[in-house]
């Protein structure tokens, strides 16, 4: 009889890396004074009041929504994009695409694109795991690389993320702009990964459709934004997608047939998010203050940060251990992280540490790595 999983979805993809980490949680929650857990990268504080009434007010919501999402919706982004990141010119009508949070975006991605099986797929060499994952999927093959304009090869889709999961590191604008002209003179859709864009600390990130970078021309781009890290809606599961409107619009064709729509009420709560900016500096104070404790304590106890010019992690090392053992010298102080090897060969020596911890749990991280 023929086995039906013999070539089974999960056969494909990579291990869930987030499995390894179940040892040293159990360690870390051994702790007298309970664990600190700086693993993922998952808000803890509250979501704004105005997007809680915003969702309230929209709750009698019987009707499927639409696909394309409302037009509140996409002007709040649209307005957004051109407030916030200098982004102007972007059309609400055919530019923009909500999405069920941008995890599902990407990994879907090259599958909704028609990308398959001897296609080949740019990921960062030290990457949020769901990019390679996503090409797995779709049967491509995912090739980790420093700097997408040094790979020589036919190429469909290119990933860019900045400020970069895990490491923080922010990409200079000259750099994405030679990211974008080399995709366009290569045929290949370059996307953008810029959740944590309103979080740059010791530099500015750019987005790829700022016009110093992409020309005014938003040609084989796209850029990818999540509610979930500048206003605490990971819960939520709400974002969107917006750039060349050949590749917004076949899209949205694709994920009309799969029935992938934003619930109507999660739009109305992204519209009042988007519209807001006073909740995000909030966050951001709350981001700086633990980044300092943190910072000053880790640094203090013999490790050394790199990179981390923004986003919401510290990209740690130790002389004395390689990734692993900076996770198990961690749990033993009660505090979990992540390891640097989840994110490609580029992190065997390094954690991250998630800045999503509470006050009260970052001083105490703080103060058992001072003891």
Known sequence: MTDLFSSSTSSRLPDFPWDKLAPFKQKAAAHPDGIVDLSIGSPVDPVPELVKQAL?????????????????????????????????????????????????????LPTLLGVGAGDTVLIPDLAYPTYEAGAALARATSVPVPDVTRYDGRVRVAYLNSPRNPSGQITPAEELRAAVEWARANGVLLVSDECYVEFGWDEQPASVLHPDVCGGSFDNLLAVHSLSKRSNLAGYRAGFVAGDERVVAELLAVRKHAGLMVPSPIQAAMAAAFADDAHVEQQRQRYIRRRSVLREALTGAGWQITLSQGGLYLWAEHPAYDAYGSVAALADRGILVAPGAFYGAAGERHVRVALTGTDERVDAAAKRLHE
Not at 67 to 81: E, H, N, Y
Not at 91 to 99: E, K, M, N, R, Y
């Open 56 to 108: 309230a007010d929209a709750a009698d919501a019987p009707a499927y929504p639409t696909t394309i999402g409302t037009s509140t919706a996409r002007q709040a982004v649209v307005d957004w994009l051109a407030r916030r990141l200098q982004v102007p010119g972007v059309d609400p009508q055919a530019g923009v695409l909500p999405v069920i949070g941008t995890k599902e975006l990407i990994m879907l």
